[in-house]
C-alpha cells in the first residue's frame, strides 16, 4: 500500500485514511510528487559520482577545516547539515533539528545535579519510506566526521578517515532524495561526531535514538573507503558484520558491484569494535561496516586528499547504496544471529587478499619483508588448502581468526 496505489483508488474517503496513515511517517512523502506509472528503470537512484565525492573530501580535509577536531569541527557538521536541507532530507531529531547536541560524560566527584557540557554534536537526516505500513522501519547509513585536529602543530587532514565516509554519506542522501518513488522503509543518514573520541557520538545516539532502536532493521557505516590496505593495489573493499544477519550475506551477494570493486566480507571478530558500529552491535542490531582498510598513512598529516582514489570512493558508495535499497525495499527484514557457523567464504576473502599481495610482491609494486612474505604465504597455502576441501572446521576458523587480525591490523 502505497500513495501511489491511494491516488489510483481515487475516492476521498480512502485518500483521507491514506493520509492519516501516511501522515504517521510524515508530510514528505506526500510532498514528492510520485508519478501515477513511474517505470522501474525510474526507481534506481543516479549512480554516485567520483566528481562528486572528490568535491567533498576536498573541502572537509582542507585547511580550512583545521582536521576537524577543535571548534573548527561545527564548520565540517554546518556543510553537512545544509547539505542533507539541500537534499530535502527531513531533521532527524526532535523539535526539527538535524543536530543532536552529545553532552560530555560526568566525572566520578562532578555534580551529578548540573548539565554536563556539550561537547560534540551529531548531524541527522531522514527520508520517509513510501509504504505506509513500512515507513516506521529504518536503514541507517552514517559515518564519522571528526578527526584528529591539530596535534603537535601538525595538521591531520583526515581525508581518508573519514571523509571519504563522509562524502559516501552526503551523496547517498542525495541520490535517494531524488528517486521519484522512494523506498518502502524510511532511509536515515547520520555523520557521527566524537568517533576518534571512543566512540561517544554513536554511543550517545544509540543510547538516546529518535525513535525505539527495535525499529532499526540494519545500520551501516563506512570508515576509511578511499585508500587500500597496506596502501597495496587492491581494488578491495571489506565488509564486516554480515556474518550475523543470513539476509546480510545474501543480499551482498547479490548486489551489483561497481566494476573495478571486489567485496571482500569478513567477520567482525577479526578486527573487533574499530568504528560506530560498536553501540549497534552490542545492541545485536544488524549492521554492516565498509573500510578499503588501514594503511601507513592512518592517523598522520599524511592522510591527504591527493591519496585519495576517488572512482574506488564512489563505487563503495553504490555498494552501499544498493544495500540500503534493496533492504528498504525488501519483504524480509535482517534478524541477528548470535553464533555464525565458520563460513568458507572468509577464507575465500582472505585467500583473494593474499594473492593480490603476494603479486604485487612479486610485480614490485610493493615488496614485503621476508618475515611479511613467510606469513602470508603461510595463510594463502592454509586458505587455498580448506577451499580445495571445501570446509572449514572450528579450530581452523580460530586459526584464520588470529592471522587475518595479524594480517590486517598490524602487518602493514
Ligand atoms: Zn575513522
Given at each position: 500500500m502505497t500513495f501511489r496505489t491511494s491516488r489510483e483508488i481515487g475516492g476521498s474517503a480512502i485518500w483521507l485514511v491514506l493520509w492519516e496513515i501516511v501522515g504517521l511517517c510524515s508530510s514528505a512523502t506526500l510532498q514528492a510528487?510520485?508519478?501515477?506509472?513511474?517505470?522501474v528503470e525510474s526507481t534506481r537512484p543516479a549512480p554516485v559520482t567520483a566528481a562528486a565525492v572528490r568535491q567533498h573530501i576536498d573541502y572537509l580535509a582542507s585547511?580550512?577545516?583545521?582536521?576537524?577536531?577543535?571548534?573548527?569541527r561545527l564548520l565540517a557538521a554546518k556543510y553537512i547539515r545544509d547539505h542533507f536541507g539541500e537534499a530535502g532530507l527531513l531533521p532527524?531529531?526532535?523539535?526539527?533539528?538535524f543536530y543532536q547536541p552529545v553532552p560530555g560524560a560526568r566525572a566520578?566527584?562532578?555534580?551529578?545535579d548540573a548539565e554536563a557540557p556539550i561537547i560534540g554534536v551529531n548531524v541527522g537526516g531522514w527520508i520517509p519510506g513510501s509504504d505506509p505500513e513500512l515507513c516506521d522501519e529504518y536503514v541507517i547509513i552514517s559515518a564519522h566526521y571528526d578527526h584528529l585536529g591539530i596535534r603537535n602543530g601538525e595538521l591531520h587532514p583526515g581525508a581518508d578517515d573519514n571523509a571519504s565516509g563522509v562524502s559516501m554519506l552526503l551523496e547517498t542522501a542525495r541520490a535517494v532524495s531524488r528517486m521519484p518513488v522512494k523506498p518502502r522503509r524510511s532511509v536515515v543518514f547520520v555523520a557521527f561526531d566524537?568517533?576518534?573520541?571512543?566512540l561517544w557520538g554513536s554511543r550517545w545516539f544509540a543510547a538516546h535514538?529518535?525513535?525505539?532502536?527495535?525499529?532499526?532493521k540494519l545500520f551501516m557505516t563506512a570508515d576509511m573507503i578511499g585508500r587500500s590496505l597496506g596502501n597495496l593495489p587492491l581494488p578491495t573493499v571489506f565488509v564486516l558484520g554480515s556474518e550475523h544477519a543470513p539476509l546480510l550475506q545474501s543480499t551482498l551477494d547479490q548486489v551489483s558491484v561497481p566494476e573495478g570493486l571486489e567485496i571482500a566480507r569478513l567477520g567482525i571478530d577479526l578486527i573487533g569494535?574499530?568504528?560506530?558500529?560498536g553501540p549497534f552491535r552490542e545492541r545485536q542490531i544488524p549492521f554492516l561496516f565498509f573500510s578499503t582498510g588501514q594503511h601507513a598513512?592512518?592517523?598522520?598529516?599524511?592522510?591527504?586528499?591527493?591519496?585519495?582514489?576517488a572512482e574506488k570512493v564512489a563505487r563503495v558508495s553504490n555498494v552501499v547504496l544498493a544495500v540500503a535499497l534493496e533492504i528498504s525495499d525488501s519483504e524480509e527484514v535482517p534478524v541477528w544471529t548470535d553464533a555464525p557457523p565458520p563460513s568458507l567464504e572468509e577464507a575465500s576473502a582472505i585467500h583473494r587478499i593474499t594473492e593480490l599481495v603476494l603479486e604485487a610482491d612479486r610485480t614490485g609494486a610493493r615488496s614485503m619483508s621476508g618475515v611479511q612474505r613467510f606469513f602470508v604465504s603461510q595463510v594463502h597455502a592454509k586458505t587455498g588448502n580448506a577451499i580445495k576441501l571445501g570446509r572449514i572446521t572450528e579450530p581452523e576458523r580460530r586459526w584464520l581468526s588470529r592471522s587475518s587480525k595479524l594480517l590486517l591490523l598490524s602487518v602493514f
Open positions: 510528487e510520485v508519478p501515477p506509472a513511474a517505470s585547511p580550512r577545516m583545521a582536521g576537524r577536531g577543535g571548534p573548527q532527524l531529531f526532535p523539535e526539527g533539528e566520578i566527584g562532578d555534580d551529578q566524537l568517533e576518534e573520541e571512543l535514538p529518535p525513535w525505539p532502536l527495535e525499529r532499526l569494535t574499530r568504528s560506530d558500529y598513512d592512518y592517523h598522520t598529516p599524511r592522510d591527504t586528499p591527493d591519496l585519495i582514489d
